[in-house]
């Protein structure tokens, strides 16, 4: 690590050389909290350059106005995308264009109502993957807070750092989005399909290609509340819609037949028992028909 760093925003505007580092933000209807995101990107300690894309998928609440903004006083750093009309709705890929559009060597993500904590977060995990070639990507832990902000809990309690691969991921979800570094080469190579959770074939198509670190440091909050589209889901929706998605995995991903063959499994037997507790018989018998009969 470098003894000369400097803030993102301190030399925001004279930047001239190509970004080691493209953050990417997807933002959308988060006016309360994109301040707060966008703040701990500038404030960001670095000694390279980087470049800020936030996509805002057509934002109805103030948010753009916001963003607006930021790109009028830091013209040099931020390359945006701004949707003019809901692609999410109309169920077009808002993943997929900002990855492309990144121009660094690493990518770093979040979202619009998350933000980072620690402000070397972006020169720790460049210095991790400049001197770990076998790595293709690298995240954290995060603490947890609800829509007020207020701390909730830690997400992990691991005691020390460690490696995952494919087979540890699709059975332990220890990825949290708004922590990732990975090389920009890996996943502008990853070909755009329609699933329901990005974030996981991400990771899968990352971890083809190196391992993952999990640094145990705490580096982000990460926002829940009730207005996520994943946390007002029933447990039998989400379970279809995750097998749903395993069985895209399946196919793209064959040396891990079995281990996502097992997770479908998993998902069936969790969907049904929620389905049943609440006689939902319709979803009972699409959660057999998905796994059975397609």
């Not at 990107?41 to 996509?55: A, R, T």
């Not at 829509?147 to 460690?162: A, C, E, T």
């Not at 389905?275 to 018998?285: A, E, G, H, Q, T």
């Amino acid at each position: 690590m470098s003894n000369k760093l400097v803030t993102v925003k301190d030399y925001a505007n004279n930047q001239k050389n190509q970004p080691v580092v493209s953050v990417i933000n997807w933002v959308f209807n988060q006016s309360d909290f994109i301040e707060a995101s966008l703040d701990s990107i500038l404030n960001q300690k670095v000694d390279f350059p980087i470049e800020i894309i936030v996509q805002d998928d057509a934002s109805t609440d103030g948010t753009r106005d916001i963003l607006d903004k930021y790109i009028a006083q830091y013209p040099n750093v931020f390359n945006c995308i701004l949707n003019k009309e809901n692609k999410y709705s109309n169920g077009e890929d808002i993943t997929t264009p900002p990855l492309i559009k990144a121009s660094g060597k690493y990518i770093a993500l979040t979202h619009g109502d998350d933000y980072w904590t620690d402000p070397l977060k972006l020169q720790k995990q460049v210095d991790f993957l400049e001197q770990n070639k076998s790595y293709s990507m690298v995240c954290s832990n995060v603490e947890i807070i609800d829509n007020l902000g207020f701390f909730k809990r830690k997400r992990f309690n691991f005691k020390n750092s460690f490696d995952i691969d494919a087979k540890y991921l699709l059975k332990n979800n220890h990825i949290t989005t708004c922590t990732v570094m990975a090389y920009a080469s890996i996943l502008q190579l990853r070909k755009p399909v329609k699933i329901n959770f990005a974030d996981k074939h991400i990771w899968l198509t990352l971890l083809e290609n190196g391992k993952c670190f999990y640094l145990n440091e705490i580096t982000a909050r990460y926002r829940m509340h009730n207005a996520g589209i994943y946390s007002i889901m029933k447990e039998y929706s989400k379970s279809i819609k995750r097998i749903e998605d395993y069985k895209i995995y399946r196919k793209e991903f064959p040396s891990l037949y079995k281990t996502i063959t097992f997770q479908i499994y998993k998902n069936l037997f969790r969907g049904i028992i929620s389905s049943i507790k609440v006689r939902n018989y319709k979803d009972f018998k699409q959660l057999l028909k998905l796994v059975f009969f397609k």
